[in-house]
């Protein structure tokens, strides 16, 4: 079974910056898209961004132009650069695979507070 492992989310204040990393127990982004999701208290677990296998990236409304996602030069990586970070982006982020998501991971909690 591919697991999946969320790490780099901390606590930093507003308009700071975090970089987020997802390892996978396989190469398993070298065949699927790559994807970041959060979940905010009592809120719904919501996509965040998107990368192909061609590199195309997608990105929810909320975090254009602030938040890039990349792969790793290894095949079982992928980041999420989050600048200027807003205290809405407070939430549990998970990465997974994309079509038919994988079981989640433990995620990572990024708080964004002053």
């Known amino acids: 079974q591919v697991q999946l492992v969320e790490s780099g989310g901390g606590l930093v204040q507003p308009g700071g910056s975090l970089r987020l990393s997802c390892a996978a127990s396989?190469?398993?982004?070298?065949?699927?898209?790559a994807t970041w999701y959060r979940q905010a208290p009592g809120k719904q677990r919501e996509l965040v961004a998107i990368?192909?296998?061609?590199?195309?990236?997608n990105y929810a409304d909320s975090v254009k132009g602030r938040f890039t996602i990349s792969r790793g030069n290894a095949k079982n990586t992928v980041y999420l650069q989050m600048n200027n970070l807003k205290p809405e982006d407070t939430a549990v982020y998970y990465c997974?695979?994309?079509?038919?998501?994988?079981?989640w991971g433990q995620g990572t909690q990024v708080t964004v507070s002053s």
């Open positions: 990368i192909n296998t061609a590199g195309s990236t």
């Open positions: 997974n695979k994309h079509p038919i998501p994988l079981a």
């Open positions: 396989t190469t398993i982004f070298s065949t699927y898209a």
